[in-house]
Nanobody, 120 residues
């Protein structure tokens, strides 16, 4: 599975952005999908995950209620809708495919990352 993330950019605090991650490969529907992020000078952290069928989702506590993960298997795409953005959301956002988990080690395939910068 190859993943290509897009949708990042510069945004003001309080606005919304939607990230997309397009996947190639016939087995897309077999994988759980997730978003992670890495802020400058910090380790990569979990953001959200969705299971293979789209019926189960989990979020990092700081993103609950603001971020929504979804998938469209007809388009081989996973999305991250980010609302009420905060400056501390500034990071490179990575999509990943693997086994449903909040742990990076359960994901075998990674996109290249898309930068989100939120100004106050």
């Amino acid at each position: 599975v190859q993943l290509q993330a897009s949708g990042g950019g510069l945004a003001q605090a309080g606005v919304s952005l939607r990230l997309s991650c397009a996947a190639s490969g016939r087995s897309f529907r077999d994988y759980a999908l997730a978003w992670f992020r890495q802020a400058p000078g910090k380790e990569r952290e979990f953001v959200a995950a969705i299971n293979w069928s789209g019926t189960t989702k989990t979020y990092a506590d700081s993103m609950k209620g603001r971020f929504t993960i979804s998938r469209d298997d007809t388009k081989n795409t996973v999305y991250l809708q980010m609302n009420s953005l905060k400056p501390e959301d500034t990071a490179v956002y990575y999509c990943a495919a693997g086994t449903y988990s909040s742990s990076q080690g359960h994901y075998n395939y990674w996109g290249q990352g898309t930068l989100v910068t939120v100004s106050s």
